[in-house]
């Protein structure tokens, strides 16, 4: 059986600048169960600037904006504050080659701010498996479903921030059996990638096939032990919350009930939203009220309700906003 945890002590950190953010040490806060909020001013510093001199939508901005959203609704105080703290090179140096990220640590400050976004899934992941905290939301950036070992940056991403912090799971806290939903609008592609033969990792990403990076066919499942855990579901465009539901319900509920994970890492892109810049999907601030609250019941089910949280897409400001207040909000009604 699983022992649940009802112990929350709060890591000291400390926000500067445009995301300022309560901190405490552990020793003043009353024991209680609850949710981290990942977070570090330093995720504002990385601009990408393509060749030509454009900027794409994955901005800084973005993170001053869930914050200010999560701040008008008194979910900061609510969360416990969590800073970067884990040391990511080792990490990132066992999933990706060499020559992978000896090519990304030429970037200067992209490059520190890329560690630190593992960093922050990697510490998320330290505070809910010691029973720090029941679950975690990392605001954090660059994404990382996309990174492969191309030895640059891939829509948007430098290093797999979800598949490290799966392994992570597994080989620092013994979680054999990792669970790893994408929600993004665009395909998990490495993520896949990093687990299609690996029993221990079921990964369910619904995701339009037909867009960047034009992957997440659903007729590929996984290879030999690990058939049947890789689960693709595409949507067409003006896909509805009762269309992303029911993929929940006809194929990743059964999967999750079968394979009875350990821990459960979410890739959560808000580009999968109505309006939003580089997504045709129509979902609603309900459908990841639902698709919160139901991958909380799997954790809760089978884990103790251990839940990370991972930032990925979502290039509306407003939209991956509302889209991020609604998710944090329910995963701290656990």
Not at 127 to 151: E, K, L, S, Y
Not at 228 to 241: E, F, Q, S, W
Not at 283 to 299: E, G, K, P, Q, S
Request: net charge negative.
């Amino acid at each position: 059986m699983h022992r649940r945890h009802f112990v929350k002590t709060a890591a000291a950190g400390a926000m500067a600048g445009a995301m300022p953010g309560l901190h405490a040490p552990a020793a003043d806060l009353a024991p209680a169960a609850g949710t981290a909020l990942v977070s570090d001013a330093r995720y504002l510093d990385h601009v990408l600037i393509r060749p030509n001199g454009s900027r794409p939508p994955e901005v800084p901005e973005r993170l001053v904006r869930i914050r200010a959203e999560l701040e008008a609704r008194g979910l900061i105080e609510a969360t416990v504050p969590l800073s970067p703290t884990a040391d990511p090179l080792d990490r990132i140096r066992a999933h990706h080659t060499g020559e992978h990220v000896d090519s990304v640590r030429q970037l200067g400050v992209t490059a520190r701010v890329a560690e630190l976004a593992v960093s922050g899934a990697l510490t998320a992941v330290d505070a809910v498996a010691d029973g720090t905290v029941r679950n975690a939301f990392c605001a954090i950036r660059p994404p990382g479903h996309h990174a492969n070992n191309t030895g640059a940056e891939e829509g948007f991403c430098y290093y797999s921030n979800a598949a490290i912090a799966a392994r992570y799971a597994q080989q620092v806290h013994g979680h054999e059996k990792v669970l790893i939903i994408d929600w993004d609008y665009h395909h998990g592609n490495a993520t896949q990638n990093a687990f299609y033969d690996d029993p221990t990792v079921l990964f369910f990403s619904a995701h339009d096939w037909d867009a960047y990076p034009r992957t997440g066919d659903p007729s590929l499942t996984g290879e030999g032990d690990a058939t049947g855990l890789n689960i693709n579901v595409h949507l067409d465009c003006g896909a509805t919350d009762a269309d992303m539901l029911r993929h929940w319900d006809t194929a990743l509920s059964p999967a999750v009930a079968a394979f009875d994970p350990d821990f459960v890492l979410v890739s959560a892109g808000f580009d999968s939203r109505r309006d939003d810049l580089l997504g045709c999907f129509a979902l609603t601030d309900d459908a990841f009220r639902h698709m919160t609250r139901i991958a909380m019941d799997y954790a809760d089910s089978c884990c103790d309700g251990r839940l990370v949280s991972l930032l990925e897409g979502g290039y509306n400001l407003d939209g991956t906003a509302l889209a991020a207040a609604a998710h944090v909000a329910t995963l701290l009604e656990g």
